[in-house]
């Protein structure tokens, strides 16, 4: 009779835990494949062509086996939820060390970012690209091309956005420094939870379309593309959605930290 396919990878877990086996680490990395590819497809659909998904899967696969070497089956975390993150940070990882985003077009996203906290602080209200673009000394039009070029820098898991400090900077993500769930440290799950509900306010605090966009693509797992079929849009007008939406949060999520301190 042929195994329970969930029996086979429970047996894989169990024997890696207990001895490291490697043919078990092996089996783990074949079964688990399948999400490198898809985490590589979706960061691939916002990349130059110049970008081949086959490296992307090559550096994802170092995220897999990282996440299997480090994957604790009593935590009570997916599996999977624990892959993907670790997955998606290898490849961003792997891109920025390659540098392909000249820093020219990095400096000017943080100085849109540092302009929507200026002018939300100023206005009360989100301000539209008309008032960001005078803000900055630019023609309107010269802003959206500028969202265009950056939509090549805003490829990041959602969950960075809300990691202790804001940024990808390397620091772990705030659900992997839990022990358990019957020690989990107070303050680190105060933070989580905070950092969350800022996250969820800045969301809905979005413009309708970019709203959209961000539930479309992070939680119902669409392509940009398809995210265009739907909004009768083209797909780099979406990308460009995208770009304003990534760009708001950060802003407003630095904006949140730097009031925290202050306080």
């Known amino acids: ?58 550096y994802g696969v170092f995220g897999l086996i990282d996440a299997i070497d480090r994957y604790d089956t ?21 891109l920025r060390s390659l540098d392909w985003v000249p820093r020219s077009v990095r400096s000017r996203a943080r100085e849109i970012e540092k302009t929507y906290i200026v002018l939300e602080n100023r206005l009360r209200r989100l301000p539209s690209d008309a008032e960001v ?28 956005l809300w990691t202790s400090n804001g940024d990808s900077d390397g620091r772990p993500h705030v659900y992997a420094t839990i022990k358990d769930e019957a020690a989990d440290d107070p303050v680190t799950t105060f933070e989580a939870v905070e950092l969350k509900q ?15 966009v961000v539930a479309l693509y992070y939680y119902e797992g669409l392509t940009l593309k398809e995210i265009g079929v739907i909004l009768g849009v083209t797909e780099s007008r979406v990308s460009q959605l995208h770009t304003k939406a990534v760009l708001r949060l950060r802003a407003r999520l630095r904006s949140s930290r730097e009031c925290i301190t202050a306080s």
Do not use: C
Request: hydrophobic residues 40%; proline residues 3%; without cysteine.
């Open 74 to 94: 009593e935590r009570g975390i997916k599996f999977e939820t624990y892959a993907i993150a670790r997955i998606k940070g290898a490849i961003l990882d792997e």
């Open 1 to 58: 009779m042929r195994q329970d396919p969930k029996t086979d990878v429970s047996a894989y877990w169990a024997a890696y835990e207990s001895s490291q086996d490697i043919a078990a680490r092996d089996a783990l990395i074949l079964n688990y494949s399948p999400l490198v590819k898809y985490v590589a497809g979706r960061i691939s659909s916002n990349l130059p062509r110049n970008v081949e998904t086959a490296d992307l899967i090559s």
């Open 133 to 160: 673009a005078a803000e900055m000394g630019i023609s309107e039009r010269e802003l959206q091309a500028l969202f265009t070029k950056l939509s090549y820098t805003s490829v990041v898991s959602f969950d960075e």
């Open 198 to 212: 800022i996250l969820a306010t800045a969301i809905d605090r979005l413009p309708e379309r970019e709203k959209t």
